[in-house]
Structure formats: C-alpha cells, structure tokens
C-alpha cells in the first residue's frame, strides 16, 4: 500500500486576523528575575514579563532567557534573530512528568536552547491544545478507549486544536521583537505568528522525546498535523531517546 499523505488540518486563523486585521497594541506590566531549577537540576535565570491588553484576557507569562537583550541587538543589526518558543502549558507534562505527552522534555530543551542562544519562552496558558485540563483529561478517558488525540477533542464537541496565538504576537511585540527564530515542530504555530505580522527568519525543530506511553501521539501529530517529528519506524522495540523498551503505546495531550 502507497505511504498516506499527513492529513494536516486547515490552518487556524487567528483571533486578530478575524476580527481587527491588526494585532492590537499589548504592554509589559511587569519584569522580575526568576532563578530556575529544573527536575534534573538544571538552573537558568529568567527575566519573567507579564502584559496587559492581551486579547484574550489570560496571564501568558514570557520569560527572557540567556543574553536576550543582546540577541535583540544583533537581530537590530540584521544577525541572527532571537530564539522564540511559544510553550502552551500542560500541568500534567510540565508539573507532574506525565508521559502521555512529550510536553515537559521540550520546555525542559527549550529552556536550555533559549539560554544558550538568548531570547524568549512564551509560556501561553492554552492547557489541552486550548480546551483545558479537565476537558484534557475526559480526551485522555477517550483515547484509552481507542481514540486518538485529536479525534477525542472532536468526540468532545471541541476543536482539534483550539490554540490561538494573538497573544503570543502581542507579547512578542511588546518586547520589541519582530524577527525570531522559531522553536517549534508544529508549523500551525509558524503559520498564525506570520498572518500576525512575525517574520520567522528560521524554524528549528526540538528534539524528539519519545516514550513508550507517547510513542501514538507523536505518531498522530507527525501525520495528522505534519509536526516535524523525526521518528523511528513503528515497529522499533526500543526508544530513540533513552534506549528503553517501549510499553505499549497510549495517546497523549
């Protein structure tokens, strides 16, 4: 049989592009600094920013990570651009170590990338690709049930991917940053920011984090979403992370 085409969904169109044509103008509220410590006791600084005037009304944070004041220079200049990662929240993944998604492993590399090229996480709070947690975890009851990720939302009555980021445009613009190089598999993400006025100079794919119980969701955003997701043939006994043996797989956020 013929490898299928990804079935990627229609891109989304943002909130501003709907309703204003224009991002509408967002400021920082505040800056503090905020040390870092990760699980496996990596440290970075921060400079946290938050806004107000975000279309949405929610408390998106943006955290300034290595030289980011210098990679706004540079990128003034015409250098390289700083490195951006919006980062939808996922309790389950970023707090408790879920591993149904693979959503902790990249705010954990991308914490580390940004700092060492200087720029930006936009931690967005969009839980559950946009339908929140609790909804996120009637999708997981679903998934267990055979569903995958996307297919429970729809079974929900939400939309497979309810993510907007106007926010994230408005953060970036408020910090002054119109250029960027993107951390991000997911080319929706590329697409919204670049109707919302971002150039991204470059997308730069995180590393694949690959488990046994999100070997299916990955899968699934590779064909369905055409994510850029470098993963080992399905039949692969073992891990191209960590060299473990894979359980059987279940679905993720």
């Known amino acids: 049989m013929a490898d299928a085409l990804p079935l990627r969904s229609a891109p989304r169109v943002p909130l501003a ?12 509220r505040q800056r503090v600094s905020v040390p870092l410590r990760f699980a496996d006791g990596y440290r970075a600084m921060a400079m946290a920013f938050t806004f107000e ?12 990570l290595g030289d980011w004041q210098l990679s706004q220079r540079r990128s003034a200049r015409g250098g390289p651009p700083p490195l951006v990662r919006p980062h939808s929240e996922c309790l389950t993944g970023d707090v408790f170590g879920s591993q149904r998604c693979d ?14 090229a200087g720029g930006f996480l936009l931690y ?7 339908i ?3 909804d996120k975890l009637d999708a997981y009851a679903l998934q267990d049930g055979g569903l995958d990720t996307y297919q429970a939302n ?10 907007d980021y106007t ?17 991000s598999n997911n080319p929706d993400k590329a697409d919204q920011l670049t109707s919302l006025g971002v150039e991204i100079a470059q997308r730069i794919p995180t590393g694949v984090h690959l488990s046994g119980a999100n070997a299916r969701y990955l899968a699934t955003k590779a064909l369905h979403s055409a994510h850029t997701l470098d993963l080992p043939p399905a039949d692969s006994s073992r891990s191209s992370i960590r060299g473990e043996a894979l359980d059987p797989p279940l679905a993720g956020c």
């Open 154 to 163: 729809l079974e929900l009555g939400r939309g497979e991917d309810e993510r």
């Open 132 to 134: 929140g947690l609790y």
């Open 103 to 116: 959503c902790g492993p990249q705010l954990r590399e991308a914490a580390q990338r940004i700092s060492d």
């Open 53 to 64: 005037g975000l279309v949405d009304g929610k408390e998106h944070i943006a955290l300034g």
């Open 17 to 28: 592009a709907v309703t204003r044509g224009a991002v509408p103008v967002a400021t920082v």
């Open 124 to 130: 967005l709070r969009q839980e559950g690709r946009g």
């Open 167 to 183: 926010a994230a445009a408005q953060m970036l613009q408020a910090l002054g940053v119109a250029r960027v190089a993107l951390l």
